[in-house]
């Protein structure tokens, strides 16, 4: 069973930067196209971006050069970059697989841009 652990979220202000981080129970990055998601109250959960195991990456329009997508193999560790972040960046964030069957969600970490 693999658990996720998201953090890094907070209070920022328009403009502002934040870096979130996903922790698995187990190495899956290697093998597994793993990406952001994240929801907003009344919206669907979205995927932002993804990182493939040869370390491609892609992301949503509304977040393309803004947000990075990174991870260390060695640390079980995904990271989320988040740079000119907007109010409607506002969301819970999640981590999982992109492909295939999810694996259990975890609590996602909460991202509030307002001034």
């Known amino acids: 069973q693999v658990q996720l652990v998201e953090s890094g979220g907070g209070l920022v202000q328009p403009g502002g930067s934040l870096r979130l981080s996903c922790v698995a129970s187990?190495?899956?990055?290697?093998?597994?196209?793993m990406g952001w998601y994240r929801q907003a109250p009344g919206n669907q959960r979205e995927l932002v971006a993804s990182?493939?195991?040869?370390?491609?990456?892609n992301y949503a329009d509304s977040v393309k050069g803004r947000f990075t997508i990174s991870r260390d193999n060695a640390k079980n560790t995904m990271y989320l970059q988040m740079n000119s972040l907007k109010p409607e960046d506002t969301a819970v964030y999640y981590c999982?697989?992109?492909?295939?069957?999810?694996?259990?969600w975890g609590q996602g970490t909460q991202v509030t841009v307002s001034s």
């Open positions: 999982n697989k992109v492909r295939g069957n999810w694996f259990d």
């Open positions: 187990v190495s899956i990055f290697h093998i597994n196209v």
């Open positions: 990182i493939a195991p040869i370390g491609i990456a």
